[in-house]
C-alpha cells in the first residue's frame, strides 16, 4: 500500500515568517514529487515539483527532498495571508497515478 | 500551464441516477486521470485513460464507473446508480504530451452531491 503522510496542522505562521511543510511517504520506488496548493472547494493547483535529491526554488517557495529517508518538504519564506490554504503533497512515478496525503492546512496571520 | 476544463461545475441528483461529469483538455495531452476528493479527504485515484482505453484503475472503480472518450476530444465519466457514499469533489487531470515532465494538472472540478 502507497502511502504519503503530512501533518494535517492547522499549520498557524505570522505574515512575513517562513511556513515549513512536511511530507514523508511508502513507496522507494516513487520518482516525482510535487506540491499542491487547495483552497477550500477549488482543485489543486501546481506549485513546484522535485525529482532529485537536494533543494529547489522558485520564487518564495522551495522544495527539498531526500530520497534516503523519503521525505518532502515545501518552505515557504515571506508567507502572506494569500497563502493560507491546505498544501497537498503528491508522489507519483512517469505517467503513474498520483498518490496524495492528506495536505496541511496552513493560516497566515496577518 | 495546460488547461482542462469540466463540466458541469455542480450536480446534484437522487440516489440511484446515471450522472455524466465530462472533461475537456483545451492543450495537449497524454493521459487523462480521474480523482475525487470526499469532502476533508485526501484526493483519491480513480482511472487513468491512455489512447482510448483505460491504463489503469483504482478498486474504488467498480462496475457501476466508467470512462469514455465520445468523441475524440470529451472525456467522460459515467456514474451508472450513485450513491450517497459517491458525493465528492471529483478531478480531471491531464498529463501533457509535452514538456518533458510527468506533472499532472487538474481541472477545475465538479461537486456531485447525491441525496
Known amino acids: 500500500q502507497k502511502e504519503v503522510e503530512q501533518n494535517s496542522g492547522p499549520l498557524s505562521v505570522p505574515e512575513g515568517a517562513i511556513a515549513s511543510l512536511n511530507c514523508t511517504y511508502s513507496d522507494r520506488g516513487s520518482q516525482s514529487f510535487f506540491w499542491y496548493r487547495q483552497y477550500s472547494g477549488k482543485s489543486p493547483e501546481l506549485i513546484m515539483f522535485?525529482?532529485?535529491?537536494g533543494d529547489k526554488e522558485d520564487g518564495r517557495f522551495t522544495a527539498q527532498l531526500n530520497k534516503a529517508s523519503q521525505y518532502v518538504s515545501l518552505l515557504i519564506r515571506d508567507s502572506q495571508p494569500s497563502d493560507s490554504a491546505t498544501y497537498l503533497c503528491a508522489v507519483g512515478r512517469g505517467n503513474t497515478p498520483l498518490v496524495f496525503g492528506k495536505g496541511t492546512r496552513l493560516s497566515v496571520i496577518a | 500551464e495546460p488547461e482542462v476544463t469540466q463540466t458541469p461545475s455542480h450536480q446534484v441528483t437522487q440516489m440511484g441516477q446515471e450522472v455524466i461529469l465530462r472533461c475537456v483538455p483545451i492543450s495537449n495531452h497524454l493521459y487523462f486521470y480521474w480523482y475525487r476528493q470526499i469532502l476533508g479527504q485526501k484526493v483519491e485515484f480513480l482511472v487513468s485513460?491512455?489512447?482510448?482505453?483505460?491504463?489503469?484503475k483504482s478498486e474504488i472503480f467498480d462496475d457501476q464507473f466508467s470512462v469514455e472518450r465520445p468523441d475524440g476530444s470529451n472525456f467522460t465519466l459515467k456514474i451508472r446508480s450513485t450513491k450517497l457514499e459517491d458525493s465528492a469533489m471529483y478531478f480531471c487531470a491531464i498529463l501533457p504530451s509535452s514538456g518533458g515532465t510527468d506533472t499532472q494538472y487538474f481541472g477545475p472540478g465538479t461537486r456531485l452531491t447525491v441525496l
Open positions: 485513460f491512455y489512447n482510448n482505453e483505460i491504463s489503469e
Open positions: 522535485i525529482y532529485s535529491n
